[in-house]
């Protein structure tokens, strides 16, 4: 839509973010009063259906903790400590898919297709926890910058996506249980990584991002297409299935800078957004507040979602090993992470993540082997390398258990 006229677009976009930025502006310090009600330690009433709302993602811990297959120990282990919905990586490999390298032995390969993998003993073992919500991440066939057609490769991306949500509804059609696809941080894939190259914020879009956002658009309503598909095929089940897309530098889409939120949201339906929120973390909570509002602003649902737009937290932690964080500044700023998310009702809260994936010396050092200390690692965990509860964890306990009271500051 936005391709087809662009100098309207150009408009259209400059206008809408001028009101917003206005409107933002405005209604500041009503925000900000309406975050401090919600604030869980300012006695807020706690949803009695939290559990099934807070959850976190597994994938690629640099520690564990037992010898089980380490996809399993990881839902064992948010199953234990209270929480009803998880996040996980679904992707093939040769051998063992990443992030899931530990006592395993997946005997997967490339040509493994996503209903195969979800009829694999290792997922039908998690599947089969009592988690309410199952979100998987699936970021396979993105065709970037590509100038080739894409017929064909859309259509496999299409037919993928239709035979695993046929899969999962049929399987599992008795039981009430929710399925989300969804990709990784979209603006990271539109962009073509996470190099210098990809901080449009500093260095501008690139020559190409008109066609990477034409194709990003074609591959997000492939996969849509493969979900619709499947749900008219089977219905009156319990299961649902629902496509989700996920923004991460929502921000910058503010600011005028070409971005899933402002060009590809716009330009496709889709049941859910999810947000990986890094950028929208400030100590007042405005910016996570408003990037929710505009993200809800510029999507378009599905008929699957009867004119309500979903937006959940797809990501966000804070990481406790950084810039000598104390445990009263990480649960503030979780506090003010809850406040937001339960002002706006939102539906799922990924924390990043169960088990750190990241080291202190390089972030995007994704390498399972060595094992590493605690010292090593940037500290976005619920669970440390000696099994003791985060700062984060121990927060989201006592928020859990005040489920449908006001929160009682003793729980923590």
Same mark, same amino acid.
């Given at each position: 839509?936005?391709?087809?006229? #662009? ?10 973010? %001028?009101?917003? /930025? !206005?409107?933002? &502006? ?54 234990? $400590?209270?929480?009803?919905? =998880?996040?996980? *990586? ?14 395993? +032995? ?25 988690? @309410? ?5 699936? @970021? ?28 999962? $509804? ?18 990271? $894939? ?27 658009? #074609? *591959? /997000? ?6 979900? +619709?598909?499947?749900?008219?095929? %089977?219905?009156?089940?319990?299961? #649902? ?22 060009? %590809?949201?716009?330009?496709?339906? =889709?049941?859910?957004?999810? *947000? @990986? ?29 009867? !004119?309500?737009? /979903? ?10 090993? &950084? ?9 503030? &700023? *979780? ?13 799922? %809260? ?25 010292? +090593? ?5 619920? =669970? ?5 509860? @985060? ?18 500051? &003793?729980?923590?």
């Amino acid at each position: 839509m936005l391709l087809k006229n #662009k100098k309207m677009g150009r408009i259209g976009l400059l206008v809408a973010f %001028v009101l917003w /930025v !206005g409107v933002g &502006m405005a209604q500041e310090p009503e925000i900000r009063n309406t975050i401090e009600k919600f604030r869980p330690t300012n006695g807020c009433r706690i949803p009695a259906d939290i559990k099934f709302r807070l959850g976190a993602t597994h994938v690629g811990g640099k520690y564990c903790l037992t010898e089980e297959p380490f996809i399993i120990e990881g839902a064992k282990k948010l199953n234990e $400590l209270g929480y009803g919905i =998880i996040k996980l *990586w679904f992707a093939n490999g040769e051998g063992n898919p990443k992030g899931y390298m530990y006592h395993s +032995d997946w005997k997967v390969t490339r040509q493994t297709t996503l209903k195969e993998l979800a009829e694999h003993p290792y997922y039908r073992r998690c599947f089969d926890m009592p988690f @309410s919500v199952f979100a998987l991440s699936i @970021s396979d066939g993105f065709p970037g910058n590509s100038t080739k057609d894409l017929t064909v490769s859309l259509a496999k991306t299409e037919e993928d996506i239709y035979r695993l949500s046929l899969y999962l $509804l049929q399987t599992y059609r008795d039981r009430e249980i929710t399925f989300i696809i969804q990709n990784w941080e979209g603006d990271w $894939l539109l962009r073509g990584g996470t190099g210098p190259d990809a901080h449009w914020e500093i260095n501008g879009a690139p020559a190409d991002w008109k066609l990477r956002v034409e194709n990003m658009c #074609k *591959w /997000v309503n492939a996969r849509q297409r493969g979900v +619709d598909r499947a749900r008219a095929e %089977v219905k009156g089940g319990k299961c #649902k299935v629902y496509h989700a897309v996920e923004a991460n530098r929502v921000m910058d889409g503010r600011n005028g800078v070409p971005s899933v939120a402002t060009h %590809v949201l716009p330009g496709v339906e =889709i049941d859910m957004v999810s *947000w @990986s929120a890094y950028d929208g973390v400030s100590e007042d909570g405005v910016k996570m507040y408003e990037g929710i509002c505009f993200l809800k602003q510029n999507m378009r649902p599905t008929a699957e979602m009867n !004119g309500k737009k /979903v937006v959940f937290i797809g990501e966000i932690g804070y990481p406790e090993n &950084m810039a000598n964080r104390t445990k009263e500044e990480v649960v503030r &700023m *979780w506090d003010t992470f809850m406040a937001v998310y339960l002002a706006l009702d939102i539906p799922y %809260v990924f924390h990043w993540e169960l088990y750190c994936n990241e080291l202190k010396a390089d972030e995007f050092d994704r390498k399972q082997y060595p094992f590493r200390s605690a010292a +090593d690692m940037r500290g976005f965990w619920l =669970i440390r390398p000696d099994g003791s509860k @985060s700062w984060a964890q121990e927060y989201l306990e006592s928020v859990l258990k005040c489920a449908g009271e006001r929160y009682d500051r &003793m729980g923590q």
